[in-house]
């Protein structure tokens, strides 16, 4: 047990000084020297109002046992709200969050709902910046991006089910 203390400690002391990041996993296995943690099984990561469920996640930290990047794989489903206040959910396949860049990017049969105005985004890969609020969305096989949103007329007095 103490062992075990000893190769995760390091990688979630620094992240305690800021906001609290919780995994919740069936198995973990640690490899301090490379800076490589996988969680595997039922993974659920939450840190502040941020949460990222996967079949497996991999957290790579760098020399200061900061994360540098976290690997999603596998029935990807998330919820997260951004810097500037926008709230999102969604799935996917596979999901990587770059926290340097304060950027994620979601692959394969992506389905993402921004929250607060419920726009609706499908595509192969789609990123989110959540510091500048910048999306992009492409697609794979020659099918098309598909974007739904609401719009509100002058005509309609109430917002649609």
Do not use: C, W
């Amino acid at each position: 047990m103490l062992r075990f203390l000893a190769i995760i400690a390091p990688l979630f002391s620094t992240l305690l000084l800021a906001e609290e990041l919780k995994v919740i996993s069936d198995t973990f296995k640690g490899d301090q020297r490379n800076g490589i943690s996988v969680f595997n099984g039922n993974v659920k990561v939450t840190k502040g109002y941020d949460e990222l469920n996967a079949s497996k996640v991999t957290i790579y930290t760098d020399k200061e046992n900061k994360p540098t990047k976290y690997l999603a794989e596998g029935d990807v489903t998330f919820y997260i709200v951004t810097e500037v206040g926008e709230k999102y959910k969604g799935k996917a396949q596979s999901a990587v969050y770059l926290p340097n860049e304060s950027e994620y990017q979601f692959s394969k049969k992506v389905d993402l709902i921004r929250i607060d105005d419920y726009r609706r985004i499908k595509g192969d890969r789609i990123v989110v910046n959540t510091t500048q609020g910048h999306a992009l969305a492409e697609s794979a096989n020659d099918e098309p991006v598909i974007m739904t949103f609401t719009i509100h007329d002058k005509k309609s007095k109430s917002a649609p089910k």
